[in-house]
């Protein structure tokens, strides 16, 4: 068994997290901004609470978004929050949230730079690689894990599985599936200081 800290658990992907955790018997402490229905409270930009609650745990999984900051300020912020704390806590394992637009492609080309890709969100998507940037100036054993496309919102069922694949903007996956591939690197640490898409 392990003791995992998820950061976002009122989100769905957080949510999800949560439940697949403890669906595997570990011990998960769920956090969110504000305590309540069992949740801890703890912000993700600050470093010091993150620390306190990460002392004794063996993974922090974060799948966090704050829609009423600006990206280009939240995500380094929470990024060098996290990386700060889990250093002060010596927890070495990171789990990060990713965003399918910031994958690389079969070819190499980033997904959100491929030709058709909405470009409306791009702020947001290069907001978002940044902590992907921060993490590899880190020493931290970080993963970022990402539907390889979008989250399936049509079918959120939980299919039990799920393959590692370049970007690609037709991949989809449910929360539930990808909460799959999120714990397994906490329980099989398989990829490391990498950005992953996955589908069902």
Same mark, same amino acid.
């Given at each position: 068994?392990?003791?995992?800290?998820?950061?976002?658990?009122?989100?769905?992907?957080?949510?999800?997290?949560?439940?697949?955790?403890?669906?595997?018997?570990?011990?998960?402490?769920?956090?969110?901004?504000?305590?309540?229905?069992?949740?801890?409270?703890?912000?993700?930009?600050?470093? #010091?609470?993150? @620390?306190?609650?990460?002392? %004794?745990?063996?993974? $922090?999984?974060? +799948?966090?978004?704050?829609?009423?900051? =600006? *990206?280009?300020?939240?995500?380094?912020?929470?990024?060098?929050?996290?990386?700060?704390?889990?250093?002060?806590?010596?927890?070495?394992?990171?789990?990060?949230?990713?965003?399918?637009?910031?994958?690389?492609?079969?070819?190499?080309?980033?997904?959100?730079?491929?030709?058709?890709?909405?470009?409306?969100?791009?702020?947001?998507?290069?907001?978002?690689?940044?902590?992907? #940037?921060?993490? @590899?100036?880190?020493?931290? %054993?970080?993963?970022? $894990?990402?539907? +390889?496309?979008?989250?399936?919102?049509? =079918? *959120?069922?939980?299919?039990?599985?799920?393959?590692?694949?370049?970007?690609?903007?037709?991949?989809?996956?449910?929360?539930?599936?990808?909460?799959?591939?999120?714990?397994?690197?906490?329980?099989?640490?398989?990829?490391?200081?990498?950005?992953?898409?996955?589908?069902?």
């Amino acid at each position: 068994m392990s003791k995992i800290l998820v950061i976002g658990a009122r989100g769905r992907a957080g949510r999800a997290a949560v439940e697949e955790g403890r669906r595997r018997g570990h011990e998960v402490t769920a956090v969110a901004r504000t305590a309540g229905d069992g949740l801890v409270g703890g912000d993700v930009t600050d470093a #010091e609470r993150i @620390a306190e609650l990460a002392v %004794d745990h063996d993974a $922090v999984i974060a +799948a966090v978004y704050d829609g009423g900051t =600006d *990206p280009a300020v939240f995500f380094p912020r929470a990024s060098r929050a996290l990386v700060d704390a889990l250093e002060k806590a010596q927890v070495d394992r990171l789990i990060w949230v990713g965003l399918a637009s910031v994958l690389p492609t079969a070819d190499g080309t980033l997904l959100m730079d491929t030709r058709g890709y909405p470009q409306e969100y791009r702020s947001f998507y290069l907001a978002h690689r940044t902590a992907l #940037e921060t993490f @590899a100036a880190s020493t931290l %054993d970080w993963v970022s $894990v990402a539907p +390889a496309g979008d989250f399936d919102h049509a =079918d *959120p069922t939980r299919s039990g599985g799920y393959r590692v694949v370049p970007g690609d903007a037709a991949g989809l996956i449910s929360y539930a599936d990808l909460a799959i591939a999120l714990v397994d690197e906490v329980d099989q640490p398989a990829h490391h200081r990498a950005a992953l898409g996955v589908v069902v």
